[in-house]
């Protein structure tokens, strides 16, 4: 059949291009070939960043600087307090607080450490400026830790240690850890300590509250703190390390 300008469109012959690996094939209908419609894809972006890209424990607490920030303005009222008097000392503390707040809006960085140590502070100069003495700054951190020290105890009687559930928290690699023996033993003996270590607080520092000796209490809270919190820490790697050691070698 020859074409031309009154031939019929539809019996004119098509060319086709040669099909390239690896490309869709056409399928044909009886009008022509019917082309290959990519599928859309099934995750949005904000799915895919729900997913995969979640903020750890640690990211949401700021990271190192954060949980440091978070108690710079404990640190200034138990210095201010040791060199001059309550009223003095509650008000440096305070303006720790918004200062710490304002270095990180001013670094970009997350404001929720700053918030909470400000918040914190807050409710400690708050109970001190209510009783009149300075010992009741320290109140809220002996509730804070007998409060702790129950809860370690009571999750390794639980079988779910917090150590274990702290630690993976703030990694975020799941509680997938517990359905090995070994790790929730060793996960166990960390929690033990870190109940230890907030024991040790809760004795120490209630007996100077007790004898208001509020001088030696500051020295005690910043003495007990990121110390005793470094040994605990290094437990919990050491013990971690010991009970991955024979999976790994298998």
């Known amino acids: 059949m020859t074409s031309g300008p ?3 469109p539809e019996s004119a012959p098509t060319t086709r291009l040669p099909r390239v690996a690896g490309e869709p094939v056409d399928h044909e209908s009886p009008t022509g070939p019917i082309p290959v419609v990519p599928a859309a894809p099934t995750d949005t972006p904000d799915e895919k960043q729900s997913e995969g890209n979640m903020p750890t ?3 949401q607490m700021g990271g190192i600087s954060g949980i440091v920030a978070s108690t710079v303005p404990i640190a200034v009222f138990v210095v201010a307090n040791v060199l001059f008097e309550l009223q003095p000392a509650l008000i ?3 303006v720790a607080g918004v200062l710490v707040a304002i270095f990180r809006v001013v670094r970009k960085q997350p404001l929720q450490p700053a918030i909470s140590g400000l918040v914190g502070v807050g409710v400690c100069a708050f109970i001190a400026y209510r009783t009149g003495e300075a010992r009741g700054f320290y109140l809220p951190g002996l509730l804070y830790s007998a409060g702790l020290c129950l809860a370690f105890l009571v999750s390794i009687a639980v079988r779910w ?4 559930v702290i630690w993976h928290g703030i990694n975020g690699r ?6 090995d023996r ?5 996960y166990s003996w960390a929690s033990a300590l870190w109940a230890l270590v907030f024991g040790a607080r809760l004795v120490v520092q209630g007996w100077l509250y007790n004898a208001d ?7 005690a809270r910043l003495a007990m703190g990121y110390p005793l919190i ?3 820490i290094v437990g919990t790697i050491l013990a971690v390390r010991r009970a991955e050691r024979p999976a790994k070698a298998a």
Do not use: F, H, K, N
């Not at 799941?174 to 359905?179: D, E, L, T, V």
């Not at 070994?182 to 060793?186: F, G, T």
């Not at 000796?213 to 020295?219: K, M």
């Open 92 to 94: 440096a503390a305070l």
């Open 161 to 164: 240690p917090l150590a274990g």
């Open 213 to 219: 000796e509020e001088t030696w209490l500051g020295i």
């Open 174 to 179: 799941g509680q997938g850890w517990r359905s």
């Open 230 to 232: 470094g040994v605990a």
């Open 6 to 8: 009154g031939a019929d």
């Open 57 to 59: 424990l640690m990211e």
């Open 182 to 186: 070994r790790m929730l033993a060793a």
